[in-house]
């Protein structure tokens, strides 16, 4: 059964430094998530991505975050200047269609650590 | 903004008990809810969802009830076994699909 992967698994950086987190969606799917999850905490919906744009975006996804679909098989989320509270389990997830069929698969997340 | 209240935060049953978590959520234009169940450092694996056009569903021991009158949706766990223990997180979709806010989490812990 084709599943989302991510890579890496765990990612430990400095304060300040950029990452990338990358994400390989299920090969027929159009529609990209990225979520977050802080050790303990719900799942937090950060940005949705379609058609190579931005559909929808929470409070959280703000200047510091981007995304991308750089080809055709990977989509990826850059933090610039990570701080010590983004520190958590971002997760991404795909679907096939959207609304009231929008079933998303969940990749297994990177946990990001910032020291 | 959109919200979903999830209850309880934590739940512990006997083996073979039934257990019951609900939602509510703030907008009406929802038309999605998924169920995702979690085990400890796993991805959140989709368990059960209901459109906004059903008002139940069901799978084997499982099944979900939508009120949308009232803007409630429930996950219903009968015959509870030890690995039915895990945080279990009620969601739903908003804006053609595009944005899915999800509940705090409920730990059910059932005991054999």
């Known amino acids: 059964e084709p599943e989302v992967t991510q890579t890496p698994s765990h990612q430990v950086t400095q304060m300040g430094q950029e990452v990338i987190l990358r994400c390989v969606p299920i090969?027929?799917?159009?529609?990209f998530y990225w979520y977050r999850q802080i050790l303990g905490q719900k799942v937090e919906f950060l940005v949705s991505f379609y058609n190579n744009e931005i559909s929808e975006k929470s409070e959280i996804f703000d200047d510091q975050f981007s995304v991308e679909r750089p080809d055709g098989s990977n989509f990826t989320l850059k933090i610039r200047s990570t701080k010590l509270e983004d520190s958590a389990m971002y997760f991404c997830a795909s679907s096939e269609t959207s609304g009231a069929y929008n079933e998303q698969f969940f990749g297994p997340g990177t946990r990001l650590t910032v020291l | 903004g959109e919200n979903v209240e999830q209850h309880p935060s934590t739940l512990s049953v006997q083996e073979g008990d039934s257990a019951v978590i609900k939602c509510t959520y703030s907008d009406s234009a929802s038309n999605y809810f998924p169920w995702y169940k979690q085990e400890l450092g796993k991805r959140p694996q989709l368990i059960i969802d209901?459109?906004?056009?059903?008002g139940e569903k069901k799978d084997q021991r499982i099944a979900v009830t939508l009120n949308k009158t009232a803007k409630h949706f429930s996950l219903h766990i009968t015959e509870t076994q030890p690995e039915d223990s895990a945080v279990y997180f009620c969601?739903?979709?908003?804006?053609?699909?595009?944005?899915?806010?999800f509940g705090a989490g409920t730990r059910l812990f059932v005991k054999a």
């Open positions: 209901i459109r906004s056009n059903v």
């Open positions: 969601a739903a979709t908003w804006s053609g699909g595009f944005k899915t806010i």
């Open positions: 090969s027929n799917h159009l529609y």
